[in-house]
């Protein structure tokens, strides 16, 4: 691949994930009318089971053609995204919103670190430079006055530390592997882990609350937030690095507080937007680069 091409490629992949952050961003509001009516997991099993299904449906002759190693992959995908999401809902019953979006996205601090110790890649100085400018962003963002710690948080925390590995190995097999096939298989397991664990904690599901408003809602966070978005992120992961790709995902945090703000009424403050510039900020010093270097 040229040089051009290979520009048009990762500026394409750039895009799919600011548009998987902004999907994500917006499906907070969403997912919060959700939770109201249904359990947590059966959400989460429901979102899966609608990617997966229409994922199959668009891509079976690429499935079709999938060997061992690549359902072993996939599956270890499907199994670290189950894990990251279960914990993030759980964590939200036990602290706040905020706490629960800021303490999430610290996996932008850990990519790096988890790249250079799974993929022996070592983080640039300006990565892990934007990585910090991200984190400082995203605590004025997200962060209020209480700053103590409860239970909510440390689930959090351990689903920041899942998906950040999610992303690191997204990188992994993406390299060698078919992020579409890789996409398809990880929402298949992860419906299935959610199917599995929602009747055990849930108990059974009243499937006559899903109509009108809220129906709509989970078709959206199915379609949108879970089969498009996870297969812009796995394709554009292939072309960026996945230090790049963490930092580009945590604006769903900024985005997030846009849509709070159109919808549910959040106030705009200076805080909030020296939040959103330092965001802003990351991201060009993620992919500056030197002339004459790589």
Same mark, same amino acid.
């Given at each position: 691949?040229?040089?051009? %091409?290979?520009?048009? $490629?990762?500026? +394409?992949?750039? *895009?799919? !994930?600011?548009?998987?952050?902004? #999907?994500?961003?917006?499906? @907070?509001?969403?997912?919060?009318?959700?939770?109201?009516?249904?359990?947590?997991?059966?959400?989460?099993?429901?979102?899966?089971?609608?990617?997966?299904?229409?994922?199959?449906?668009?891509?079976?002759?690429?499935?079709?053609?999938?060997?061992?190693?690549?359902?072993?992959?996939?599956?270890?995908?499907?199994?670290?995204?189950?894990?990251?999401?279960?914990?993030?809902?759980?964590?939200?019953?036990?602290?706040?919103?905020?706490?629960?979006?800021?303490?999430?996205?610290?996996?932008?601090?850990?990519?790096?670190?988890?790249?250079?110790?799974?993929?022996?890649?070592?983080?640039?100085?300006?990565?892990?430079?934007? %990585?910090?400018?991200? $984190?400082?962003? +995203?605590?004025? *963002?997200? !962060?209020?006055?209480?700053?103590? #710690?409860?239970?909510?948080? @440390?689930?959090?925390?351990?689903?920041?530390?899942?998906?950040?590995?999610?992303?690191?190995?997204?990188?992994?097999?993406?390299?060698?592997?078919?992020?579409?096939?890789?996409?398809?298989?990880?929402?298949?397991?992860?419906?299935?882990?959610?199917?599995?664990?929602?009747?055990?904690?849930?108990?059974?599901?009243?499937?006559?609350?899903?109509?009108?408003?809220?129906?709509?809602?989970?078709?959206?966070?199915?379609?949108?937030?879970?089969?498009?978005?996870?297969?812009?992120?796995?394709?554009?992961?292939?072309?960026?690095?996945?230090?790049?790709?963490?930092?580009?995902?945590?604006?769903?945090?900024?985005?997030?507080?846009?849509?709070? $703000?159109?919808? +549910?009424?959040?106030?705009?403050?200076?805080?909030?937007?020296?939040?959103?510039?330092?965001? @802003?900020?990351?991201?060009?010093?993620?992919?500056?680069?030197?002339?004459?270097?790589?």
């Amino acid at each position: 691949m040229n040089q051009t %091409a290979e520009k048009g $490629v990762k500026a +394409l992949s750039v *895009l799919g !994930l600011i548009v998987t952050t902004i #999907i994500w961003g917006s499906a @907070f509001v969403v997912m919060k009318n959700s939770i109201g009516v249904i359990s947590p997991t059966y959400v989460l099993a429901l979102r899966f089971t609608i990617a997966a299904v229409g994922l199959v449906i668009i891509f079976w002759k690429r499935i079709r053609t999938l060997k061992t190693p690549d359902l072993l992959r996939g599956g270890l995908l499907g199994v670290f995204l189950f894990i990251s999401y279960f914990l993030q809902t759980y964590g939200l019953k036990y602290t706040t919103a905020s706490k629960n979006a800021f303490i999430t996205t610290l996996y932008v601090i850990l990519v790096p670190f988890l790249h250079w110790f799974f993929n022996k890649k070592s983080p640039s100085k300006n990565h892990v430079t934007a %990585a910090v400018i991200a $984190v400082i962003g +995203l605590a004025l *963002l997200s !962060l209020e006055g209480d700053l103590s #710690i409860n239970i909510g948080d @440390f689930l959090t925390f351990i689903c920041g530390i899942f998906y950040a590995i999610h992303i690191v190995f997204i990188d992994r097999y993406t390299a060698d592997h078919d992020p579409v096939g890789l996409t398809v298989l990880q929402m298949v397991v992860a419906a299935a882990l959610s199917w599995l664990v929602a009747p055990v904690l849930e108990g059974t599901l009243d499937f006559t609350v899903i109509h009108g408003s809220i129906l709509t809602g989970i078709l959206y966070l199915g379609i949108f937030s879970t089969m498009l978005c996870f297969l812009f992120q796995n394709v554009g992961q292939k072309h960026l690095s996945p230090n790049t790709s963490s930092i580009i995902l945590s604006f769903e945090a900024v985005f997030g507080l846009i849509f709070s $703000v159109i919808f +549910l009424g959040e106030e705009i403050t200076p805080r909030l937007i020296g939040g959103c510039v330092l965001m @802003f900020a990351a991201i060009i010093l993620s992919e500056y680069r030197k002339k004459g270097t790589s």
